[in-house]
């Protein structure tokens, strides 16, 4: 019952009231008006929103930090009723989101539709909806509601910067010998040949032996000589500085292609480690991805467009808040890493944390980089010179970022320290 019910339902006591104490004829019509109008405009509002079907169609699952995301909300009536007005309400908790509308005057079997465009400000994951319809009689006196679509997530990916370079070694294994690692994907290395399996595509297939054995034969390969390369994010919550800024999150006050990288430790982690991973990707390189933060995000190394998506999904909802340091997720995934592998530690942390993980992995085998993020431009402490010393003398690679440094150059330049790798 809205305001306007209220005020019709007291004319109508008021009509009533009139007409037994003077008994004139004309508060009784008053009374049947105003009491017939409050009956009629109950039943019509419970039919309001009968046949009203609503579709909420977004163009992907996923978005990116910095571009904008689409959907289209389409509404249709496929009831013999015209409904006059129908609200729409958007209870999105994506940022930005305006899904809201009100539809006038929406007549039996047509449809209405319209485009719903967000800039998406800031990653992770978060939901479409629920969506609640509303909808009152002609005279707007009973308004009823309906929910009539519940949420279905999506994924906003972190940002990615283009990146000229990014200085890794290219292959460690002498002689260019193979990994003695089979792989599902096509490579140069075809070492042997298998019976074919349900879902082997013709490039796979050894038509000579299929001829020889009159069976399909398929081949086995391996991975080239091309090392692994592992990104770890460190997770742990008591490295992490910066405070993100709520106006930034509000896209009234963003100009169109003016996103920034929000000012904390985390999101610089968050973006270096989505662009070094799809850079390395484009180098057609097997990527993994760990990182231990509120939870556990683990990605096995692999190559592709697919490897890319699953990267930047595990990125796009890692929260910095963990209680594991850095040498501990070394230690803990540690056997999961190749031997040989190139193992880029991507922290804010300025404490032996970073050069005790680096020499672990070297007792492993694999070969330890480090893009430090400097804690004291986010207002941390300093300490990052100390720490850049310390790799320095233990002959591990590493890039510094700052806060408001381009985050394409930082990472684009050369390694300050020469890649040499003692025995461990």
Request: some cysteine.
């Amino acid at each position: 019952m809205t305001s306007r019910a209220r005020v019709v339902l007291l004319l109508l006591a008021l009509s009533i009231l009139g007409a037994v104490t003077t008994g004139w004829n004309a508060y009784y019509s008053l009374s049947y008006v105003f009491g017939g109008l409050l009956i009629i405009t109950f039943i019509w509002s419970r039919f309001m929103l009968n046949g009203v079907v609503l579709r909420r169609i977004p163009r992907a699952a996923r978005g990116q930090m910095g571009r904008p995301f689409w959907e289209t909300m389409r509404i249709a009536n496929t009831s013999r009723l015209p409904k006059f007005w129908i609200g729409v309400e958007d209870q999105s908790d994506f940022p930005g989101h305006q899904g809201s509308s009100i539809i006038l005057k929406l007549r039996s079997g047509h449809e209405r539709h319209w485009l719903a465009r967000t800039l998406c400000v800031r990653r992770g994951r978060f939901h479409l909806g629920p969506t609640t319809l509303s909808a009152a009689d002609p005279f707007g006196l009973f308004q009823v509601r309906k929910r009539v679509m519940e949420a279905q997530s999506v994924v906003v990916l972190p940002m990615t910067v283009p990146l000229r370079n990014f200085p890794i070694p290219s292959g460690i294994l002498p002689g260019g010998d193979a990994l003695q690692k089979p792989t599902h994907q096509v490579t140069p290395n075809a070492t042997s040949v298998r019976e074919y399996a349900p879902g082997d595509s013709l490039n796979r297939i050894h038509w000579r032996s299929s001829a020889k054995m009159n069976r399909l034969i398929s081949k086995e390969f391996e991975l080239d000589p091309l090392t692994d390369v592992w990104v770890i994010v460190d997770g742990e919550g008591s490295v992490q500085y910066g405070e993100l800024d709520p106006h930034q999150f509000d896209i009234r006050n963003i100009l169109p292609g003016a996103i920034k990288i929000p000012a904390t430790t985390e999101e610089y982690c968050v973006t270096a480690a989505a662009s070094i991973a799809f850079h390395v990707l484009q180098q057609d390189r097997a990527v993994g991805f760990i990182g231990h933060g509120l939870a556990r995000h683990i990605v096995q190394s692999d190559r592709g467009e697919a490897q890319v998506i699953r990267i930047l999904e595990s990125l796009a909802v890692l929260d910095a808040k963990g209680s594991l340091s850095l040498p501990e997720v070394v230690k803990i995934e540690g056997a999961r890493i190749a031997h040989g592998s190139t193992v880029i530690l991507i922290t804010p942390a300025l404490d032996q944390k970073v050069t005790t993980a680096a020499r672990d992995l070297r007792r492993r085998g694999a070969f330890p980089m480090v893009v430090a993020v400097d804690a004291s431009s986010f207002g941390g402490p300093e300490g990052v010179q100390g720490l850049i010393g310390v790799l320095e003398r233990e002959g591990v690679p590493f890039l510094l970022l700052q806060n408001g440094q381009p985050l394409a150059a930082a990472l684009s330049g050369p390694m300050p320290s020469r890649p040499y790798f003692r025995a461990a």
